[in-house]
């Protein structure tokens, strides 16, 4: 029987993807919330907060694969230092982890947190594979929805973004996962390369609304390494192959202009 591998976040976008894959290459897999889920069909979910690093040693015992997946808006190197801490103490082998692009190069406190996330799997002494990915489109589509709630959408100029099919990023973290730990992969970003502006234009075409554009500007050092493209993955990059149109075609149904 292969051995379990234990998926954090794996109830997410990416999550929800993921598992399956691995799920259909014979491993069993197991879940790791703060709250649970059914368990079922191969798949285990276990309860422990990495945040505080409770009932994580219980939640790996027996794994020697790790997918880490969990993140939010602040303390993901709190989280994977917790991880990799228990990780070591049960004998893992594989600790892969999922990144974003940019994450070296921009100077915001939630991008420092991604790194310092990276350093602690790569000072972890358990063998590692990193893979920086750019925005899944589902991330882009909640900040587009967020930007056209009021009359007037602001539109940050220079921002560019590079936005990924969940879907695809599940199936590069599922070869990896499956493979042997490789370091700093190349970084994963959709097709095409997009504005702010272009982003908001597809999607207001989609969604029928109408919006007035109010042109603001990221000020700081922040500001500069958007505009110089700071966030976009890096030369020699792995693209996918679903494009923010098609997401949308199939995301977003057509409405009536608004």
């Known amino acids: 029987m292969n051995p379990h591998i234990l998926v954090t976040g794996g109830t997410g976008t ?5 598992v399956p894959l691995l799920r259909a290459a014979g491993h069993p897999v197991r879940v790791l919330s703060r709250r649970g889920g059914r368990s079922g ?33 602040k303390g993901d190197d709190r989280a994977a230092a917790h991880l990799v801490r228990a990780a070591r103490r049960a004998a893992v082998t594989h600790l892969v982890h999922i990144s974003v692009t940019g994450a070296d190069r921009v100077p915001l406190a939630w991008m420092r947190s991604k790194l310092d996330a990276e ?10 594979t990193v893979l920086r990915a750019a925005q899944a489109h589902d991330l882009a589509l909640t900040m587009l929805t967020a930007m056209t709630r009021l009359p007037v959408a602001p539109v940050p100029g220079g921002l560019r973004l590079q936005p990924v099919d969940a879907a695809e990023v ?12 490789a370091g700093l992969v190349p970084d994963l970003a959709g097709p095409h390369t997009y504005g702010i502006g272009e982003l908001l234009t597809g999607y207001l075409a989609a969604t029928g609304k109408r919006r007035a554009r109010l042109p603001v500007r990221i000020p700081g ?19 996918g192959v679903r494009t923010w149109a098609d997401f949308l075609a199939d995301r977003v149904p057509s409405r009536p202009v608004a």
């Open 119 to 128: 350093r602690a799997v790569a000072d972890s002494g358990v063998l590692w």
């Open 221 to 239: 050092r922040a500001g500069r390494a958007y505009r110089e493209g700071a966030n976009l993955a890096r030369p020699g990059a792995a693209r």
């Open 41 to 73: 069909d191969g798949v285990t979910h276990v309860t422990a907060d990495l945040l505080s690093g409770a009932d994580l040693g219980p939640a790996l015992r027996g794994v020697r694969t790790v997918l880490h997946l969990a993140g939010g808006a």
């Open 170 to 181: 599940a199936a590069r973290l599922a070869e990896l996962t499956l493979g042997a730990p």
């Open 14 to 18: 990416i999550g929800r993807h993921v």
